[in-house]
């Protein structure tokens, strides 16, 4: 394996491009999008993935780039703050999800190739490699091809087919609130299936919107999400009528499901999946990490098995799911404290905020009140 192709430059697929060209391979990344996005959730880099920031050399600008937050609120319809959690505590950073892939992308930008404006059409393998055809580009040959184009993955449906995708009956909305980032402290309203949230960051803030809903939406419809969001948010107190106006009015909005992905193998002959391609766990933050973690972990088994892919690419499956599998088990109870689907569940969530206001608690909202997890929500 010499030359590869990976499919998204996000943060799977810029960590990916960093460590395959470090090894000599001629690495050519296609991403979908025109550049990079600017809006995204607020996520963590710890555990294996700070490691790996460590290794590439790229943690003092994530430090830069960090959030402000050090800590997590609930408020009520007036604004009064009901109990505190700490978000941050230990080794790890906090960044905004186009920050992280921004500069991930950047450690490597000269060493391989990158492509904006395109995606794969079609891919056709052999044993010794994949011929692949672009939307724009023309057709080329690579010895490996890496699909780290995330949740909607075009590879994989185009080499595994579909049906991987688990919706869970939520989503999640991001604007930037460009000039709004005072405090420290995430601020959260929670109405029954339904939480706003504002989120300090470093020079701007983030709105973040994330409720329950069975239906299926097009995920690259904008003036569609906008429209559900807000419906969904019609007649919330607090600050949810001039979030949903500064929505409106962004140039750029995030918006997708909460949604698991599970195969029972990432691997198909010269063609792997990584990151939320292969093993989404949207929600908690946990998927960037992974994410990166994956992307080493792929890199250094290629490294050792270069000449053997199919050994290589299920050392890497092999590894890389002892962390992945815990993470998707948590997703469903995690989602029962973030948004509780009933009043009674709102209650129960703000007791428990009140209760840990006065004590360290864990690391983060959704361990500081796992007892709440088997709530009736």
């Given at each position: ?17 960093y460590w395959l ?280 088994c290629i490294a ?44 129960a969530r703000n ?27």
């Amino acid at each position: 394996m010499r030359t590869v192709l990976i499919v998204g430059a996000g943060v799977a697929g810029s960590t990916a491009a960093y460590w395959l060209a470090r090894q000599g391979m001629s690495v050519t990344v296609v991403e979908r999008a025109a550049g990079d996005r600017s809006s995204g959730s607020p996520v963590d880099v710890r555990g294996p993935a700070y490691d790996v920031a460590a290794r590439m050399g790229v943690l003092p600008r994530l430090r830069s780039a960090a959030t402000r937050a050090t800590g997590i609120s609930a408020v009520d319809r007036n604004g009064r703050r009901i109990g505190w959690a700490p978000i941050q505590v230990g080794r790890g950073i906090e960044i905004p999800r186009s920050d992280l892939a921004a500069i991930l992308a950047d450690a490597e930008r000269d060493a391989a190739e990158y492509r904006y404006g395109d995606t794969v059409r079609t891919l056709r393998q052999d044993a010794a490699g994949v011929e692949v055809t672009f939307e724009r580009a023309e057709p080329q040959r690579f010895d490996l091809v890496v699909g780290a184009d995330g949740l909607h993955s075009q590879v994989r449906e185009l080499a595994f087919g579909t049906g991987f995708i688990e919706h869970l009956g939520m989503y999640v909305a991001t604007v930037d609130l460009t000039g709004d980032a005072d405090g420290d402290t995430v601020l959260m309203h929670n109405a029954p299936g339904r939480m706003a949230a504002v989120h300090p960051a470093t020079g701007r803030g983030i709105a973040a919107f994330i409720f329950r809903d069975g239906a299926r939406y097009d995920h690259r419809d904008t003036a569609r999400h906008i429209e559900v969001v807000a419906a969904a948010y019609a007649g919330m107190g607090w600050r949810v009528p001039e979030l949903l106006d500064r929505m409106r009015t962004a140039g750029d909005i995030y918006f997708d499901s909460v949604s698991r992905v599970r195969l029972d193998t990432w691997a198909r002959g010269r063609i792997v999946l990584l990151g939320d391609a292969a093993s989404c766990v949207s929600l908690l933050g946990d998927g960037s990490s992974l994410a990166i973690a994956g992307a080493a972990t792929l890199s250094e088994c290629i490294a050792v098995g270069r000449d053997d892919p199919a050994s290589a690419l299920g050392e890497y499956e092999r590894r890389h799911r002892r962390l992945v599998m815990p993470r998707q088990r948590w997703m469903d109870p995690g989602s029962r404290v973030i948004v509780p689907a009933t009043a009674a569940g709102v209650v129960a969530r703000n007791t428990a905020l009140r209760v840990t206001a006065g004590i360290r608690p864990a690391r983060k909202l959704t361990r500081c009140v796992r007892n709440l997890v088997s709530t009736p929500s």
